[in-house]
């Protein structure tokens, strides 16, 4: 049985900086294999995404709103993905989901698309206020 479970979620003032991981169970293949992104879905808004990464040295994606602040990495050994988020904004208060790609690559055109991915985890809650 497949699982991403999302952890590292909170409440944070506005500045304040959180990391969450997504830690991947049961995959049908190792976690290297897949592109993994984490999206978000404030409420009343829709799931939007946030961040995609490829495979091995391929790109990593982010959306205009969290460049230079959101930062997506991984460790393959430990079947863990990270996004690093500093200088939180009120804006970004939202659940966070992870989920995954077997394309194994990120591609502007649509690493956005809810429908690329095929395994999502059930989210993590992040609040930014002061």
Not at 40 to 63: H, N
Not at 91 to 110: I, K, L, P, V, W
């Amino acid at each position: 049985q497949v699982q991403l479970v999302e952890s590292g979620g909170g409440l944070v003032q506005p500045g304040k900086s959180l990391r969450l991981s997504c830690v991947a169970s049961g995959l049908p293949f190792s976690l290297d294999y897949y592109a993994v992104a984490w999206f978000r879905r404030a409420p009343g808004k829709e799931r939007e995404a946030v961040s995609c990464d490829s495979t091995g040295e391929g790109t990593s994606l982010y959306a205009d709103s969290v460049k230079g602040r959101f930062t997506i990495s991984r460790d393959n050994a430990k079947n863990t993905v990270y996004l690093q988020m500093n200088n939180l904004e009120p804006d970004d208060t939202a659940t966070y989901y992870c989920a995954t790609d077997d394309r194994g690559f990120c591609r502007d055109s649509d690493y956005y698309r809810i429908s690329q991915y095929d395994f999502w985890g059930r989210g993590t809650q992040v609040t930014v206020s002061s």
